[in-house]
Every structure is written in structure tokens, then in C-alpha cells.
């Protein structure tokens, strides 16, 4: 006698069958199982964001401290971009440029904890609009935390700090 398919919920598939399962509790568990991989992507995200910021802070600190040190000018900085970009030719983020604002942010927060509390919690161009556009460190915290709470996107955060 040949093997039926189950036509109904509640039989189970001959074993060694293929079966498509289109029950409630399968559409359900499929459900959580996206909510939960999102969720995990976007945790993985953000303490990938974490961690660079937390990079750009250190390396800002290092610059600062090896140009009071070493008597070291600001054409160490284009320096280290050539030789960084030479070094880790797929990363992005070792501009001039970049590595300027790197040292700014260090020295706009001397203490590592500010930054992992507020400013390491929200993208590197936020943190550079409220470099540029801020010069009291209050302010900047203050709209650090507003973009964090509230998810501002740059350009939110660039209307909230003119108007």
C-alpha cells in the first residue's frame, strides 16, 4: 500500500518524507526565531560600533599623548594615515581627516568612561557632527543621549542642534 501524506494538523509525516509544516505553532516559532536573529544582528552592530569608537578614542588619546611626549606635530597624523592605509588597505576610517577627528574626540573627553557611557553608543558621524557643532562638552553629552533615547538619525540630530 503506498505511503499518504498526513491531511490533517495532527498526523505526523511517514518517516523518510519531506512535509511542509504550516501550523500555527510553526508560523510562530518561525516568528520568534527572526525576532531573535535580528535581535542578535543588530546587538552584534551595535558593539561593533562600540568597540570602533572605542578604537578612535584610544588612538585620539595615543596621538595627544605622543605629541606632548615626543614633541610630535600635526604631520604625524597625515603620516600614520599613509601608513595605516598601507597597513589595512580594506578598512575605512584612517583618513587625515578621520584620525584629526580621532584626536578631537579624545581631547573633547579626557575620561574613557564618558564615552562608554554616552558618546560610544551612537555612530561615529554623530559624534563628529557634535564635534563640529558643539564646543561645550554638557551640550554635546546632553544631545549624545537625546540621539541614543531617541534615535535620532544625523540629520535629526543636525536640525535638533540649529533649532
Not at 520568534?32 to 535581535?39: D, G, N, P, V
Not at 560600533?49 to 597625515?78: A, C, F, P
Not at 601608513?83 to 577627528?101: A, I, Q
Amino acid at each position: 500500500m503506498p505511503t499518504q501524506k498526513p491531511d490533517s494538523k495532527n498526523q505526523k509525516p511517514d518517516s523518510g518524507q519531506a512535509s511542509e509544516v504550516h501550523t500555527d505553532a510553526y508560523v510562530a516559532f518561525l516568528s520568534e526565531l527572526k525576532t531573535r536573529i535580528r535581535t542578535a544582528q543588530l546587538r552584534a552592530i551595535h558593539a561593533i560600533n562600540t568597540e570602533v569608537i572605542l578604537l578612535y578614542w584610544e588612538v585620539g588619546q595615543d596621538i595627544l599623548q605622543r605629541q606632548v611626549s615626543e614633541g610630535w606635530g600635526s604631520k604625524v597624523i597625515t603620516r600614520l594615515s599613509k601608513d595605516l592605509k598601507r597597513e589595512f588597505p580594506d578598512m575605512k576610517g584612517f583618513s587625515t581627516r578621520n584620525l584629526n577627528y580621532m584626536r578631537k574626540f579624545a581631547e573633547a573627553y579626557p575620561d574613557r568612561a564618558i564615552v562608554q557611557r554616552c558618546a560610544a553608543q551612537i555612530p561615529w558621524r554623530h559624534n563628529q557632527v557634535l564635534l563640529e557643532k558643539l564646543k561645550d562638552r554638557e551640550k554635546r553629552l546632553w544631545y549624545a543621549q537625546q540621539s541614543l533615547e531617541s534615535g535620532w538619525s544625523r540629520d535629526i540630530l543636525i536640525m535638533q542642534i540649529e533649532s
